[in-house]
Nanobody, 121 residues
Framework: VLLVESGGGLVQAGGSLRLSCAVS????????MGWFRQAPGKEREFVLA???????MYPDSVTGRFTISRDSAKNTVYLDMNNLDTEDTAMYYC????????????????WGQGTQVTVSS
């Protein structure tokens, strides 16, 4: 299974970005999919996850600014981010697992290389 993220970049605070995670090597609909992020010097943090049936797992602190979705026909999962803040600056990673959905990074089997999101003030 190969996960390739795209869509990161530099955006001003208050702006929006859509991240994509293209899945190859299997059908994405068979996988639980998630997004995590990691800022320099910090631990990897859960953002959102979606299971094979479309059920969504939210972080403990739900902001409503981010949305996860999947397009099985395109074998792609998306993370839509709105009203971005400088604190959202991080490397964003796509994760996949055939069995479980979790807020804990170590439980996910497959990872992409990440895409950098930088929010300027």
């Amino acid at each position: 299974v190969l996960l390739v993220e795209s869509g990161g970049g530099l955006v001003q605070a208050g702006g929006s970005l859509r991240l994509s995670c293209a899945v190859s090597g299997t059908t994405s609909s068979e996988l639980q999919m998630g997004w995590f992020r990691q800022a320099p010097g910090k631990e990897r943090e859960f953002v959102l996850a979606i299971n094979w049936s479309g059920g969504i797992m939210y972080p403990d602190s739900v902001t409503g600014r981010f949305t996860i979705s999947r397009d099985s026909a395109k074998n792609t999962v998306y993370l839509d981010m709105n009203n971005l803040d400088t604190e959202d600056t991080a490397m964003y990673y796509c994760a996949a697992d055939p069995l479980r959905i979790s807020r804990t990074p170590r439980t996910w089997e497959y990872w992409g290389q990440g895409t950098q999101v930088t929010v300027s003030s």
